[in-house]
T-cell receptor
């Protein structure tokens, strides 16, 4: 069963436009949720994480995400896209806090047009 | 504070061979996890090591094995390489005692099996 679903494998926005990357999770228990960014030929960098504190989470580089339990969603947003935001974005969840393994979505490639 | 270091950065092996990938964890971290990222996909959890023992494993066959050393560095060994093992292998370190689930990823080792 898919634990994390990222809607849209590719998203293209204009520079200065709103960025919205979608993530839905399936879990019967409160999850821990993460967004990571991956630039070409690099590892993963943590943008932000939700660990059952405030539902609106602010991260680095102007990104934020809102945990909505009723919608089982954790969408990533940024008010104004910049060229340097072009990268692959991964939503991830920890379902088993004992094992602490991350389960990743399939990723969304963000393109930013000038 | 040093980050996570992986070696080598790139590797080409022949089907049937064995390979060892190495990871130095971030200073102060005592847990190491390994992930496989096939081209165009999200990372998949292979296993995790804490106190030199495997304490969690994903859906990978036994020919994927690992070690953690007293200094918390780690190795990933893959025997009898198959073409489908071609991927980016990511190492992530964390501190098991924290509740914040702060994982730091390395830049990865790109393995190509021919």
């Amino acid at each position: 069963a898919q634990s994390v679903t990222q809607l849209g494998s590719h998203v293209s926005v204009s520079e200065g436009a709103l960025v919205l990357l979608r993530c839905n999770y399936s879990s019967s228990v409160p999850p821990y949720l993460f967004w990571y960014v991956q630039y070409p030929n690099q590892g993963l960098q943590l943008l932000l994480k939700y660990t059952s504190a405030a539902t609106l989470v602010k991260g680095i580089n102007g990104f934020e995400a809102e945990f909505k339990k009723s919608e089982t969603s954790f969408h990533l947003t940024k008010p104004s896209a910049h060229m340097r935001d072009a990268a692959e974005y991964f939503c991830a969840v920890i379902l088993d806090t004992g094992r602490r393994a991350l389960t990743f979505g399939s990723g969304t490639r963000l393109q930013v047009q000038p | 504070e040093t980050g996570v270091t992986q070696s080598p950065t790139h590797l080409i092996k022949t089907r049937g061979q064995q390979v060892t990938l190495r990871c130095s964890s971030q200073s102060g971290h005592n847990t190491v996890s390994w992930y496989q990222q096939a081209l165009g996909q999200g990372p998949q959890f292979i296993f995790q090591y804490y106190r030199e023992e495997e304490n969690g494993r994903g859906n990978f066959p036994p020919r994927f094995s690992g070690l953690q050393f007293p200094n918390y560095s780690s190795e990933l060994n893959v025997n009898a390489l198959e073409l489908d093992d071609s991927a980016l292998y990511l190492c992530a370190s964390s501190l098991a005692s924290t509740s914040g689930y702060g994982y730091t990823f390395g830049s990865g080792t790109r393995l190509t099996v021919v």
